[in-house]
């Protein structure tokens, strides 16, 4: 991800936090009827850089859904949350398997390694980000605080507990 100048770096750096805490997000698609189908996705433990990467099989519903509308929503909820919109694209490259590959995929998907021809990963080119930092329990109190005496200007970027991040 290039670093765009209107970028605030503690907010990305929040988003990477909030990101590496998570184990699992809900991945949204949009299905053949126009729903939105989320099922929950394990994260890869790689540092965020405005991509997001998931492993899945071919003969899955969600395959389907991003080949026909790439159009994806990730869903965080942990100690924070945060809901992430981007672009999905599946990319089958036996490198990336094996990067991202661990022994967990070998009983989730029941498959010998990161070789087999049904594996795909989901790249998702991220577009914007919001999150909720309550694991800041520092800003949640502030915040709440100014609220309860009636001062509930806005903090600056980075130092609030809810942004928004546009990439």
């Known amino acids: 991800m290039s670093q765009t100048p209107n970028i ?29 189908v989320a099922r929950p996705m394990q994260l890869q433990e790689v540092e965020f850089d405005g991509d997001l990467w998931f492993l899945t099989l071919k003969d899955t519903d969600k395959y389907d859904e991003i080949k026909n509308n790439d159009k994806v929503n990730l869903i965080v909820a942990d100690k924070s949350y945060a809901s992430i919109s ?24 029941d ?4 070789t087999d021809p049904r594996i795909v990963l989901i790249k998702v080119k991220v577009d914007s980000a919001e999150y909720w930092d309550t694991g800041a329990t520092t800003k949640s109190i502030v915040n709440f605080m100014k609220k309860v005496i009636g001062n509930d200007d806005k903090l600056p970027k980075g130092k609030n507990t809810n942004e928004t991040l546009e990439l």
């Open 111 to 114: 498959l010998k390694d990161y």
């Open 8 to 36: 605030n770096q503690e907010t990305l750096e929040t988003l990477r936090r909030i990101l590496k805490d998570a184990k699992i997000g809900m991945l949204a698609t949009i299905d053949q009827e126009g729903k939105i």
């Open 86 to 109: 981007g672009t999905a694209e599946l990319v089958d490259s036996l490198e990336k398997k094996k990067e991202f590959w661990s022994k967990a995929y070998e009983v989730m998907f």
